[in-house]
């Protein structure tokens, strides 16, 4: 299984970003997807989630109302769009696939990775 997370950048706060990320390896539609973040010196954290449907989402309480979880299945491809950014969204952006199809949050719990994409938010 293969994860490719795109769409960081350096944005200025209020800025919006999307961040993409295909998947290979695996028949996409079935199983849930996370996006989490780490900052410098922080733990890896949930950011959002959504379950094999995309009937079920999950969302850190920091960026609940400001970012969007989605899934494409037909393009083996799930999406964070970020609006309102804030210089504490700055972290590394990993997306990771679990074989669990319901809802699930924890990192433990995610059985693949992506690299990570890095998300500079400026004042």
């Known amino acids: 299984v293969q994860l490719q997370a795109s769409g960081g950048g350096l944005v200025q706060a209020g800025d919006s970003l999307r961040l993409s990320c295909a998947a290979s390896?695996?028949?996409?539609?079935?199983?849930?997807m996370g996006w989490f973040r780490q900052a410098p010196g922080k733990e890896r954290e949930p950011v959002a989630a959504?379950?094999?449907?995309?009937?079920?989402?999950y969302y850190a309480d920091s960026v609940k109302g400001r970012f969007t979880i989605s899934r494409d299945d037909a393009k083996n491809t799930v999406y964070l769009q970020m609006n309102s950014l804030k210089p504490e969204d700055t972290a590394v952006y990993y997306c990771?696939?679990?074989?669990?199809?319901?809802?699930?949050?924890?990192?433990?719990?995610?059985?693949?990775w992506g690299q990570g994409t890095q998300v500079t938010v400026s004042l």
């Open positions: 390896g695996r028949t996409f539609s079935r199983y849930g």
């Open positions: 959504i379950n094999w449907s995309g009937g079920a989402t």
């Open positions: 990771a696939t679990t074989i669990q199809t319901a809802l699930v949050v924890g990192t433990v719990l995610y059985d693949y």
